[in-house]
């Protein structure tokens, strides 16, 4: 019998020790949010950042008051606004003097059939989706190439793979997600800068509730090989192993955390 709730959360194992991230979207239950946790159970230091700023704020206690002040800052960022981008990362710096690692997280989706889709629908989930995570990948590097190298990952999608009704602009901006990831790991490999980025297919969390009917939600779960949707952390692992040394020569991948390319 397929085990829906998943395996047991695995412990930390100092796998980022003396590292600082710029963690985007991780003022919830959702990737990011579980990704700043893992983080910080593996040692780093971490700045969250989300376009949410009363949930950053309550994040931000949470996580500090467990892992201690030191390890946590936050800095609201629309990343939709090159000066919110621009301030996102001098907060990093000021925080913890350096930077190390970039996740790439913020992301929006939606459904809409082609022919309804509006000019406003498209552009709104291209501007977050692929234009945010441009935005960040260039603050990133600007800073990356001066200081001896650092780590990017950005999340994709299965979506940016395989076809699914009603989203032709989330799809596309994923499939830009990753053609960014290879382009720019090109690019900053002469800095030292490794870029890849992780492709979950059903990572379940309550906004993607309230966003998605519980007939395609109960379709989906159902293609999946495991017959279960992953839990975010169990994403925030695979964004944890690109972050680390245990990755070190790769760059410019795109990883499934899931049993579907297409």
């Not at 085990?3 to 930390?12: L, Q």
């Not at 000019?119 to 692929?130: A, G, P, S, Y």
């Not at 602009?169 to 382009?183: E, F, N, P, Q, S």
Request: some cysteine.
């Amino acid at each position: 019998m397929t085990n829906v709730e998943g395996p047991p959360y695995v412990p930390g194992h100092a796998l980022l020790d003396g590292r600082t991230a710029v963690i985007t979207a991780a003022a919830g239950a959702g990737i990011g949010g579980a990704t700043a946790r893992r983080f910080l159970e593996e040692g780093a230091r971490v700045l969250i950042s989300d376009a949410h700023p009363r949930r950053l704020k309550a994040y931000e206690a949470e996580l500090a008051e467990e892992f201690g002040p030191a390890a946590v800052a936050a800095q609201p960022c629309d990343v939709t606004d090159e000066h919110q981008v621009r301030a996102l990362f001098d907060a990093a710096v000021a925080a913890h003097g350096r930077l190390d690692v970039v996740v790439n997280n913020a992301g929006l989706g939606g459904t809409s059939p082609l022919a309804e889709m509006s000019d406003e629908q498209w552009t709104q989930v291209l501007d977050v989706t692929l234009n945010g995570t441009f935005r960040c990948t260039r603050a990133a590097l600007r800073r990356m190439r001066t200081s001896g190298g650092g780590v990017i990952v950005n999340n994709a999608s299965v979506v940016g793979w395989r076809a699914q009704a009603g989203q032709a602009h989330y799809a596309a901006a994923k499939a830009g997600v990753m053609a960014l990831t290879r382009c720019a790991a090109v690019e900053a490999a002469a800095y030292g800068v490794r870029v890849n980025a992780v492709s979950p297919s059903l990572a379940m969390h309550p906004h993607l509730v309230k966003v998605t009917t519980p007939e395609l939600l109960a379709e989906l779960t159902e293609r999946e090989a495991f017959g279960r949707y992953a839990q975010p952390w169990e994403v925030a692992n695979v964004i944890v192993f690109l972050a680390s040394g245990y990755s070190s020569y790769m760059t410019g991948e795109v990883v499934a955390v899931s049993s579907q390319h297409a």
